[in-house]
């Protein structure tokens, strides 16, 4: 039996999980990150756009602060997000993007003097003060009130990740790759690390330490269009449900992306759109503003991507071999600033299309349709990103619902999750392995050892006639079709049973190569079930969710109900062969938030069913700030006596700013 | 109409004592727009679920996949099919990096060496106060170290270089940018007595023997020529 000991245990080399190690490593503990891969292949480098920080150093962004981040993040989430955890993450952002500086991220920097941009499709100057020169640009992104997206041309994720990576290699983190993370092993409701796969030797090893910290990101390949990348599916979330006391939360909130390219599915940025880019139907006619008057291509991501089914229903998609689909058009911003902002995109429409986005007029099109994009769902914790239910364990990034985003995450604000996260509950994770101790038999540590490999030798052994890859193929396309962007009650019965069905089938399959080591298909063969798994708790959630809901959207549920569902959703997975989660809910409570439910902006009015706490909340509210401006208070004391929270480290510091006292 | 085409791939698993290495064939249909994920993916799920490659993005943006097609080190998610007019592709695994298996290399353990060995990171006493506003740094120093930041160590400019083949420590195109990289960056103090120090020998500037293969292959179309040239006659006066 081989046992690797350590302080800290880190599964998910991303920008989170490396983030959250350096806490772990500056704190002096003897820290290990497992990845899939090596680190700077993971998915954050595929982040293209941006990363949203209230620096609000540019022209377009004056004025910007936390509390504006904080309003535009709670209306995007539809009220569904922890209000608490979304004022952690907006206060903490400023600093992660300047530590990131520091660390050698290029940042995009102000330039004085004036230039052209095209906002709401005509050009329009804007002037950049001399004073702000060479401090952090940012860009227009969906749903924010200003400019608030600071970005390396379109590769940010890329230069963000680097610098992590290369600052976690500088402060000697142990990082091991090609290494997976197969179950969690955990005794009287404590998590004590895991039992990994090297995917080279095939060899099974438990890696015990005094906390473990789940950042493995989305599950977006539980669909068969998404714009995620091949590793992305959801086995962090997969092994802490397994335990069977970790619980997930809102699993059925997925976000859909408008602009992921046809047919390969690579993602172009919302930077596109955010730089003055628009999309036309099959006549060329710019669309959006027939819907959403206001924000027009810059509504939530939600929003777009449900106008541009809509659209498609109406008539007015483009036909095309593989479906129809709406055009992207940016060559309106002209070539010079394709070539210098969204080279990654003009790169990907060149390669995969054969098109040229700068091209002026319909050659330029590029063709794009919603897919899957982003899992606001995840590992359920509390403020510090431990479980609710299963000490010793954290979670942080997309991997987790910490819950910032509730039913719908805006543009920019994962990346900027991913590092603050990984600062925030990086530290508190780190204080938990420093204040407890190791208190683990060895002998338990062989019985999770021994399950897993038993667990392999009964897939190489099984002898039916279904095809794990087929059963993929099945959950991927069922998922697209049922699961999508607009949901029914009767697709979503039909799935939670297809599914079921499906999983039941993982029992009956053949793996052709019997080989431990470099065989793909055991691989899929371990993995597809922990799939359906989650797609399960996807499913089953969304059909009991009887409302909408950001991104959940039912059709035979049009209005959110703030009555009844204004709640998070708890999966759980109690015993090894239940073939269905058993799912409970847990409220949020309207008389405790900074901003209690209103009308988010999109759409006709009086599609909410109100909880009538709602008004007495903003009653309250109102009559407080009012007093306190009165009293002279500044907006930093009206916060604070709304709604309290708290940070590590010097995190709870202000932020300094431009034009700020 | 769609086409018949032929796949070629260099098989050999090192860690198997049976295994020789051998081109097998894969014979398929090819697909509108189909690339070489599209093709290698299928050929796992229906012909062959013993086949290992490494893709992640499948948009090159990560850098996995890098292998030699036709003879020319480049990334397999960006390879048309449609480019190659007889429909033939012989694929073989990227030299110079330890073979895992088949298409398979471990690109990640030669970067980390080469990014200990460089410090690939930024050298600083500065301690920076993260309350207070960022440091300005001139926009255009900010787009040129940008420029060299996009390099994503695929390692098609390592399996490209005959020195890399020649010498196993050398760091390589990619080590040598993130030198060049870091010296035009303010935030990094180094000065270029250091960058000399880490630098200064044949496993590094002066082990370039300017046969430019890195730069036709990178797919990122980094100005290596350029930066390495620059690089060897600034260390060449330094002591």
């Known amino acids: 039996m081989k046992i690797t000991y350590c302080d800290a245990l880190i599964i998910g080399g991303g920008l989170a999980g490396l983030r959250a190690s350096l806490a772990a490593q500056k704190k002096g503990l003897n820290t290990i990150v497992l990845s899939l891969v090596p680190v700077k292949r993971s998915h954050s480098a595929a982040a293209q756009g941006g990363m949203q920080a209230s620096l609000g150093n540019s022209k377009m962004s004056e004025g910007d602060n936390e509390d504006l981040h904080f309003s535009d993040t709670v209306k995007g989430s539809d009220w569904g997000c922890d209000q608490e955890v979304a004022r952690m993450f907006v206060h903490t952002a400023p600093k992660a993007i300047r530590e990131l500086a520091g660390w050698g991220v290029p940042w995009t920097r102000v330039r004085e003097g004036s230039r052209e941009a095209v906002i709401n499709a005509k050009k329009t100057t804007i002037t950049e003060d001399a004073d702000r020169h060479g401090l952090i640009m940012s860009r227009d992104f969906g749903g924010t009130k200003k400019w608030r997206t600071c970005y390396t041309s379109d590769a940010t994720g890329h230069t963000m990740l680097f610098s992590v990576a290369n600052e976690a290699l500088k402060n000697e983190v142990d990082i091991r790759d090609r290494k997976e993370a197969i179950s969690l092993i955990h005794e009287n409701e404590r998590c004590y690390g895991a039992i990994v796969r090297d995917l080279i030797t095939g060899e099974l090893e438990a890696y015990i330490s005094k906390a473990t910290c789940i950042s493995t990101g989305g599950y977006g390949r539980i669909y068969k269009q998404t714009t995620n990348a091949v590793i992305c599916e959801g086995m962090g979330a997969a092994i802490a449900l397994e335990t069977g006391i970790a619980t997930l939360g809102n699993m059925e909130a997925v976000q859909f992306h408008p602009t992921p390219i046809v047919p390969s599915g690579i993602l172009l940025t919302e930077g596109c759109r955010g730089d003055g880019g628009i999309l036309r139907d099959v006549d060329g006619h710019r669309f959006m503003p027939d819907y959403e008057p206001e924000k027009k291509e810059l509504a939530s991501r939600d929003v777009v991507s449900r106008r541009m089914i809509e659209h498609i229903r109406n008539g007015k998609g483009v036909p095309s071999p593989y479906g129809d689909h709406i055009w992207l058009d940016i060559s309106i911003l002209g070539r010079e600033h394709i070539e210098k902002n969204l080279r990654d995109v003009q790169e990907i429409c060149k390669i995969f299309n054969g098109i040229d986005p700068a091209e002026e007029g319909p050659k330029g099109w590029v063709p794009v349709l919603p897919m899957q994009h982003y899992s606001m769902g995840g590992i359920r914790t509390k403020k510090t990103g431990e479980s609710q239910k299963l000490s010793g364990l954290f979670s942080c990034g997309e991997a987790a619902c910490w819950d910032m985003h509730g039913f719908n995450r805006l543009g920019g604000n994962s990346v900027s999750e991913t590092v603050v996260a990984g600062m925030i509950v990086g530290n508190y994770f780190a204080d938990y392995c420093i204040d407890n101790e190791l208190d683990i038999k060895t002998s338990t540590i062989d019985k999770f050892l021994a399950k897993e490999e038993k667990n392999i030798n009964t897939i190489l052994s099984l002898d039916g006639d279904e095809s794990i890859f087929k059963i993929k193929d099945t959950m991927q396309r069922l998922m697209d079709k049922k699961v999508g962007i607009f949901r029914d009650g009767v697709h979503l019965g039909e799935a939670v049973v297809q599914l079921e069905e499906l999983l039941k089938k993982t029992k009956n399959i053949n793996v052709k190569s019997k080989a431990k080591a470099g065989n793909p298909e055991l691989e899929e063969a371990y993995r597809v079930p922990k799939m359906l798994k989650l797609a399960l708790c996807i499913a089953k959630g969304a059909q009991q969710r009887t409302e909408s809901r950001g991104a959940h959207y039912r059709e035979d549920f049009l209005k959110r109900d703030d009555k009844n569902w204004l709640k998070r959703t708890l999966s759980s997975w109690p015993n090894e062969n239940d073939t269905m989660p058993t799912i409970s809910y847990e409220d949020l409570d309207i008389m405790k938030m900074e901003m209690p439910p209103a009308f988010r902006g999109y759409g006709a009015k009086g599609m909410i069913i109100e909880n009538e706490l709602s008004t007495k909340r903003q009653e309250e509210v109102d009559e407080l700030r009012e007093k306190m401006e009165e009293a002279g208070k500044d907006r930093h004391q009206i916060q604070d006596a709304m709604m309290n929270f708290d940070l590590p480290m010097n995190y709870r510091e202000k932020n300094e700013r431009m034009g700020e006292k | ?239």
Not at chain 2, 123 to 134: A, G, P, Q, W
Request: some cysteine; overall charge negative; proline content about 5%.
């Open chain 2, 1 to 239: 109409m769609s086409r018949d085409i032929t796949i070629s791939v260099l098989k050999f698993n090192p860690r198997d004592e049976d295994s020789k290495p051998e081109f097998v064939e894969y014979n398929l249909k090819e697909t509108p727009g189909m690339t070489l994920f599209i093709a290698l993916t299928k050929i796992r799920e229906e012909i062959d679920a013993d086949l290992s490659f490494d893709f992640v993005c499948r948009a090159g943006i990560c850098g996995s996949c890098g292998m030699v097609v036709n003879g020319v080190p480049t990334l397999a998610c960006r390879t048309l099919i449609e480019n190659y007019p007889d429909g033939k592709l012989q694929l073989i695994p990227m030299p110079a990096f330890e073979l895992i298996k088949d298409l398979s290399v471990n690109t990640g353990k030669w970067m980390d060496n080469m990014s200990t060995k460089v410090e690939s990171w930024i050298v600083s006493n500065d301690e920076v106060d993260i309350t207070k506003i960022e440091e300005k740094m001139d926009p255009d120093t900010a787009d040129a170290v940008f420029e060299l930041d996009r390099c994503i160590e695929c390692g098609i400019c390592v399996a490209s270089c005959a020195t890399a083949l020649m010498r196993p420590d050398f760091v390589g195109p990619a080590g040598l940018n993130r030198i060049a990289r870091f010296s035009i960056d303010p935030r990094d103090k180094r000065t270029d007595d250091d960058f000399y120090e880490l630098i200064g020998d044949d496993n590094g500037i002066f082990g370039c023997m300017s046969l430019l293969s890195c730069e036709d292959h990178c797919p990122k179309h980094l100005p290596l020529q350029n930066k390495i040239a620059y690089l060897r006659r600034k260390l060449v006066s330094v002591k």
